[in-house]
C-alpha cells in the first residue's frame, strides 16, 4: 500500500509541476501569452478526452501495465520536451503534440492506481476506507504541493530544468513499480 501512495504521489506532484513549467516554457521560448493559452487548453482537453475513453484502455491492458506505461509514455512525452528544445529544435506544434500525448495518458495511469487500492488494501490489512482516504489525501496534498513547487523550481532552475528534474529524478523517490506487490490485480 505504502509503494502505491509514493508512486501516487510522486507521479501526481510530478504532474502538477509539469502543469506550471510547461506553459512557463511556452511563455519564456515564444513570448506569446496566446500560445501559453492555447497549451493549457490542451492539457486541459487530453484529460477530458482520455477521462472519457481511458477506463476502456485501463481494463483492456490490466492495472499493473496502463500505471507503468502511463508513467513511461508521458515521461517521455514530458522529456522530450526540453531534449528537442536543446538538440534539434522544437515547433510549437511539436509541443501540443508532446503535451497531448503527456495528458492523455496521465488520467488512464491515475485510473489504474486507484483501481488498486481495494486489492492492496485487502493484502495490506487496511480497511478500504482508511486506504481510499490515504489515496485521496496523497491526492490532494500533491495537488497543493505540486504547483507552487514547480512555481519555485522554475524560478530556481529554470522551466526547462524543471522538466527534466521532474521526470528523470522524482520518479526514482515513488518506490517502484506498485504493481510489483502483493494484491495488485489484475
Do not use: C
Not at 486506504?131 to 529554470?158: E, K
Request: proline share 6%; hydrophobic share 55%.
Amino acid at each position: 500500500m505504502f509503494v502505491l501512495l509514493s508512486a501516487n504521489a510522486v507521479s501526481m506532484t510530478g504532474n502538477a509541476m509539469a502543469n506550471v513549467a510547461i506553459p512557463w516554457f511556452v511563455l519564456q521560448t515564444t513570448g506569446s501569452a496566446a500560445k501559453t493559452g492555447l497549451t493549457f487548453a490542451v492539457i486541459g482537453l487530453s484529460n477530458v478526452l482520455a477521462a472519457f475513453f481511458g477506463g476502456p484502455v485501463v481494463d483492456r491492458l490490466g492495472y499493473r501495465r496502463s500505471s507503468v506505461l502511463a508513467d513511461v509514455l508521458s515521461g517521455a512525452a514530458v522529456a522530450l520536451v526540453p531534449l528537442l528544445h536543446v538538440t534539434a529544435g522544437l515547433a510549437f506544434w511539436q509541443l501540443l503534440v508532446l503535451v497531448f500525448v503527456g495528458g492523455v495518458v496521465d488520467v488512464p495511469g491515475a485510473t489504474a492506481r486507484q483501481s488498486m487500492l481495494p486489492d492492496l488494501a485487502v493484502a495490506a490489512r487496511m480497511p478500504k476506507e482508511r486506504a481510499n482516504s490515504a489515496f485521496i489525501a496523497v491526492r490532494q496534498v500533491s495537488g497543493f504541493v505540486g504547483p507552487p513547487l514547480g512555481g519555485v523550481l522554475v524560478a530556481l532552475v529554470g522551466a526547462t530544468g524543471v522538466l527534466v528534474a521532474q521526470r528523470f529524478h522524482l520518479r526514482r523517490l515513488g518506490g517502484g513499480d506498485p504493481a510489483r506487490h502483493p494484491g495488485a490485480s489484475p
